[in-house]
């Protein structure tokens, strides 16, 4: 009867070492230290999201405001600039730092309103195709082969020109291109997890499905959700700088680093500052987020140990 029991205990234990390896539990995964790589571009990414935040406090003038006698002034660093415009100023005058600083306000500002909106659409919609199935899994699915389908640029200059440029145009064309992302990540991670022993005995201890999606399944969603929104934050700057240039995105004399490049290309040769200052900080932005979410990825995954 002894040895019964034991290799009882054996087998208890190794099924439950297996599903140690499959899933960590939250507790054990907050006590695995970051990486170097992580901390050094979440400082970067958090003083980017500072100047965001201050611009109207720490911006040395108004950005829509300029003096046409100031126009066209060169960085302090070369001849005839000045510290009272340190990175020059552009055709009407106005100070490109405060408008750079501003336009980091205004391009993060629409990175979190896609992310919040997308992200939150795409994520519920995932879940409940990976789990219900049947024809909510058909409709969804074909629907987000549909977006991943559409011109991302050639819908916005459509939209654009029915309804104009506007902050609120912007924010709506994007996330209606990017939560297909979000769903079809989300249907994939519930497909995983709802084959789990523990979604089993949720079942049998009676959870309703909407319980069991809410709080068994997205938590362990969230994870992955959360990388995915990081390395889109760049796909998000790129987008919207880019709608901006074209003219169908965030309208003048609203500051905005795509807007910048649009206004300053005529001048590339003679006042280089005005194209390659904004287009350095869209550049900076991107690669700040995506290695951030490659980063977190290695630091969120439980199935990736770095010796």
Not at 33 to 38: F, G, K, L, N
Not at 54 to 77: C, E, M, Q, S, T
């Amino acid at each position: 009867m002894t040895v019964f029991k034991k290799r009882a205990a054996t087998r208890k234990l190794g099924i439950e070492m297996s599903d140690a390896l499959i899933i960590e539990k939250p507790g054990k995964r907050g006590k695995r230290r970051p990486s170097p790589t992580v901390i050094i571009f979440s400082i970067i990414g958090a003083i980017l999201l500072l100047t965001a935040i201050l611009a109207p406090w720490i911006a040395p003038h108004n950005p829509n405001v300029g003096v046409l006698y100031d126009r066209l002034k060169p960085p302090f660093w070369q001849k005839g600039g000045s510290l009272e415009f340190p990175l020059g100023t552009d055709t009407l005058g106005r100070d490109v730092l405060s408008r750079l600083i501003y336009g980091a306000r205004t391009t993060l500002s629409v990175c979190a309103l896609v992310v919040v909106i997308a992200g939150s659409l795409g994520t519920f919609l995932g879940i409940i195709a990976g789990y219900l199935g049947n024809w909510f899994d058909i409709i969804i699915m074909r629907a987000v082969d549909l977006v991943f389908s559409l011109p991302t640029v050639l819908l916005a200059l459509l939209l654009g020109a029915i309804f104009g440029p506007s902050f609120e145009i912007l924010v709506f064309i994007i996330s209606f291109t990017l939560w297909a992302g979000y769903a079809r990540m989300a249907r994939a991670e519930t497909l995983k997890i709802k084959g789990f022993d523990f979604i089993s005995l949720a079942k049998v201890a009676g959870c309703s499905r909407s319980s069991i999606m809410a709080r068994h399944i997205f938590p362990n969603v969230l994870s992955p959700i959360i990388i995915l929104a990081t390395l889109q934050v760049g796909t998000i700057v790129i987008v919207e700088a880019s709608l901006s240039f074209l003219g169908v995105g965030i309208p003048p004399p609203t500051a905005d680093w795509g807007s910048m490049i649009s206004d300053g290309r005529s001048y590339i040769v003679t006042a280089w500052w005005l194209c390659i200052i904004p287009g350095l900080a869209i550049a900076l932005t991107v690669l700040t987020f995506n290695l951030l979410g490659d980063s977190l990825n290695d630091w969120l995954n439980p199935l990736i140990h770095r010796q």
